[in-house]
Structure formats: C-alpha cells, structure tokens
C-alpha cells in the first residue's frame, strides 16, 4: 500500500506470480495528500494465480515497460478511480494473454466539471490478436 502523499519509485512489479498465490493487493491510495508511484514492468496475476487486485485513486501512476492483466491466469482486477491517473509511457497494455479470461481494467473516472465519463483520460490503439481466441459463451 502506497498511501497519504506516498512515493514508490521500483523496477518490474508482479502482483501475483505463482499459482498458489491469490487474492494479492497493490494499493495506491493518495488519500488527501495524493501519492506518486512509478514501476517499469507490471503484471497483475501471472502463472495461475489469480484474483489480484490493483486499485489506484487520488494518485498519479507511471509504468516504464509492458503492463499485463492476466497472463496465463484469470479475474485479475485494475481499477483506475477518481483522482487516479495512469501513464502508460506508450508502451503495451495485455489484458488476458497465455489464456488468461475474465481479467478487467475499468477506469472509473469523470470530468468534474461536465459529470460525464472522462473518455479523454484513455486513448486506444487496438491491433488483431496474432492467434486465435475462443469465442466466449
């Protein structure tokens, strides 16, 4: 947990790296003061684990490499909530790979002046995947 004016300079984070490790938190909470935070990779759940959790509010996060939800595991989380902002340093961001289903990035920010969703906050680039997915039902 990285709270209340915190700061967290590191290299390559893994929340969740074997498949006996579950439920695991990285928590970036600013709280009133705000708080700094700067990795180079980030995976969150990798080999079989899963159910990780990342949740970044009030705070300003930079990644410095590739960024994975779920690789090879599945129902990992990363929630982006209000104050929260994510710098992707335009590399990569995998969510789901080797397998991995059921992970989800939900970036639960608005514009306070107009209310409305902050659509502005995430721009995408979307490529065909190299190999095929099976359909989900």
Known sequence: VV???GRLYSGAVTVGASANSLN?????D?????ATVSNG??????NGSG????TVTNANLTTGGLVTIGNGTSNNTVT???????????????IGTSG????VLTINAYDPKSG??????????????????????
């Open 116 to 137: 409305t969703a902050e659509f502005k906050a995430c721009a995408v680039s979307v490529a065909l995947a190299t190999t095929a997915i099976p359909a989900f039902r």
């Open 80 to 94: 982006i909530l209000k104050g929260g902002s994510w710098n992707l340093n335009a590399f990569d961001l995998n």
């Open 30 to 34: 600013g709280g009133s003061a705000g």
């Open 24 to 28: 695991n938190s990285y928590v970036i």
């Open 3 to 5: 709270t209340n004016g």
């Open 41 to 46: 990779v980030l995976t969150i759940g990798s």
């Open 51 to 54: 159910l990780n959790t990342m």
């Open 100 to 103: 991995g289903t059921g992970n």
